[in-house]
């Protein structure tokens, strides 16, 4: 369970804040997979930010369990990204001058999983794992990327728009392969957009307007990725 309480973030000097979050309080199960909803300026990607702990809250908690990553040193913080946390972004982050098979590598050396070539093959590139990025097209791309964050064996993955990059076709291949990964693995997914369609597929749905959460909600029947509008 991730409990966050009364989560506030603010951007600016004292004599020009913007407030982006304004006492947010959410409480995430196990294995679930949650949308966070909204327009642009809502405050979305910076509620992910602080719940995964890439950027402190000025007031609030974050906790993980029984551990409130807020209260956490810098160096514990960061340990504590590493054995938990995977990220997925709009932008693929891939390291131009190595192979698939090298970045992908590069999240599972972190834990020290030897197995790293089945999340390749899982996202569908065995036949790529020796072609570089930009041998690569944007889907197949992001597929790595989606196969990096995994092969660390994430605890909770975050997702931040990321199809928000691609075309139809091959945003709908990317979401299946993500869902079907999460409900293989079990692991937390939070992913981030403003497309209503997506959030048809989540299990829980947040809504957010000016950095509140406005609505919460299950959804009773969940859709995949090729029977969602687009």
């Avoid at 007031?59 to 946390?85: A, W």
Wanted: positive net charge.
């Amino acid at each position: 369970m991730i409990i966050i309480s009364d989560v506030v973030k603010s951007y600016g000097n004292a004599g020009n804040k913007n407030q982006v979050l304004r006492g947010i309080s959410l409480r995430i199960a196990d294995g679930d997979f949650v949308v966070i909803l909204g327009a642009s300026g809502s405050g979305k990607s910076t509620l992910l930010n602080v719940i995964s702990g890439l950027e402190p809250p000025d007031k609030g908690s974050v906790v993980y369990g029984t551990s409130d990553i807020t209260k956490l040193s810098d160096e514990k913080l960061t340990q504590f990204r590493k054995d938990n946390i995977g990220f997925i972004f709009q932008q693929y982050y891939l390291l131009p001058n190595m192979t698939v098979e090298k970045n992908v590598r590069m999240g599972a050396d972190l834990i020290g999983n030897r197995e790293y070539r089945k999340m390749i093959n899982a996202v569908g590139l065995a036949d790529k794992a020796g072609k570089y990025p930009s041998e690569l097209s944007g889907g197949e791309q992001q597929r790595v990327s989606v196969a990096r964050a995994l092969a660390k064996k994430p605890k909770a993955l975050f997702l931040d728009e990321p199809i928000g990059a691609l075309d139809e076709q091959t945003g709908r291949q990317v979401l299946d392969y993500i869902c079907g990964l999460h409900k293989e693995a079990g692991f937390t997914m939070v992913m981030v957009t403003h497309n209503q369609n997506i959030a048809e597929m989540a299990n829980t749905v947040v809504k957010m307007n000016s950095g509140k959460v406005s609505e919460v909600y299950t959804n009773k029947t969940r859709k995949n990725a090729y029977e969602i509008g687009w």
